[in-house]
Every structure is written in C-alpha cells, then in structure tokens.
C-alpha cells in the first residue's frame, strides 16, 4: 500500500516521471540504483526472457504474475505491472488485478485487445468493442475495492492503430469516466496527436510509449513531454535490447577464443556488489558465533 501511494503522489507531482521497463528483478534493482522513482514491467521483455517467444499471447498470466512478484519484492519504488488484456473477459480480469496487488503492483496496465494480444507497434492488432473494454474497466474498479487496495489502474487502448484516432480519443475518455486514474493510447503516430491525447480529460494524467529503436510513436525529450502535457514516459526495450546485443558480442568472442574486453561487462567485484554479496556478508557478520566448526 505504501509503493500505492509513492506512485500517487508522484502523478501529483510537476513534471514528466520516467520510468523504464524491465523484465526480471535483476534489471529492476538496476532502475532503482540509477534514480528512477518507479518502473514498469514490459510484457514484451519478458515473453522475450522467459520464453524466446513474440509478445503475442503465449505468455500467461500465471508466468507473468510470478515474474512480477520477484521484481516487485526486489526493489522499493513503485512497480507497474504490464497485465496484458487481463487474460480472459471482466471476470478474468478481476482476477487478474487482485492477484497484481497481493503480488505487490502499485499500478497495473489494462488494454483492450482481443485474444491475443500483439506488441502494440506491431502488426495484426485487433480490439474488443468499445462496450466491453469499458465494462473491464469497471470491473478492474470493482477489483480494487474489493480488495481493499488503491492500485493505479492505467487503461490503454490500441484502438488507434485497429480502427482510428478518433476511436482510441472516445475510448480513453471512456476508461477515464469508468474510473481509470491513468489514460494511454499506444503507437500514436504525430506530436499531433499525442496532444489531442493530452487534451482529453485534463484532470487525468496520460502516459507516453517511448518505444525505442523504431516505433511508431516519436521519441520526445522528457521536458518536450511535458510541454506536450504528459506525466508518465515510460521506455519498454531499452534494457531487453541492450542485454540481447552485448549477449551476441560476448558470445563472438568467446567463439573467438576470447573474453568479452574489460570495457565491455563490470568486473566480478562489481557484479559482486551489484546482486549483494557485500551486503550478505555484512549480514552474516551479525550472526556469527564464537566458533565456526561443528562441535
């Protein structure tokens, strides 16, 4: 409940807050060291990790409520937890919103694709009817406060991309009036548009898909974010992409005979200090006993 309300008060707060996406609890303890006040976890970097497979529906919500919880538990910040389409109709999801908070989400993403899903800058998106994606929300809603919980609910549409603009601005006003704190249209194609999004229901915060490397969507600096009116950026590849490339260079050179260049990877001690071998062993110092043999 406390990580609830860091992520309120952070969309209270001036400014675009960025967040980037990770896939394991490694890469968000990472976020966390570099000064990020939150994260979210990218269900496309996680399809990619745990399976080498597309983001197009193979991975469950079972796989990627397990994932979830480690990473959650792994950090302080906030944590937003990519829930896909909720993994079925408005029953499904209410499931899958109460297992995203006792798993230790501050906030949860919901879009409205039918099954299943694609990647939202890929192609072959389709969405469920407008009728229907309202009604999930509603559910998600219903899902909170039985549940006795504040999550953020972030309703996103790929409504642009299927059907038009003008669809995916109806959609959002519509989420927001059926509750959604937080509103999100993927692969917008024009700063242009990304402001239309903006000046829909001013008094909920939007969120921005910086894919990286080739999306749809233009990639803007945080500060041009905020002159468009947006209070989230989020950055779903750039960790995933980062790992894959420096995978196949160490893997070429050690094909080579070689190791990866000291320039290339931390050193062990770094490695070391980065997963808490020092703060174990500082642990360990206050249980330590007189004897270290057994009797």
Known sequence: MEKVKVLRRLLETPG?????????ALGAKLIESAGFPYCITSGFSIAASRLALPDTGFISYGEMLEQGQLITQAVSIPVIGDADNGYGNAMNLKRTVKGFIAAGFAGIILEDQI???ACGHTRGRKVIPREEGVMKIRAAVDARRESGSDIVIVARTDARQAVSLEEALTRCKAYGDAGADVLF?????SVQEMKALCQLSPHLPKLANMLEGGGKTPILSPQEL????????????????????????????IKGGAVPPPGSMPSFEEIKDIVGFNSYYKEEERYATSTNHQP
């Open 115 to 117: 099954a299943p899903k």
């Open 16 to 24: 675009v807050h960025q967040g980037p996406a990770c896939f394991d």
């Open 226 to 253: 905020e002159d468009v009116g947006y209070k989230l950026a989020i950055y779903p590849i750039s960790l995933i992409g980062v790992c894959i490339r420096a995978m196949q260079d160490a893997l070429t050179a």
């Open 185 to 189: 249209i993927d692969a917008l194609a």
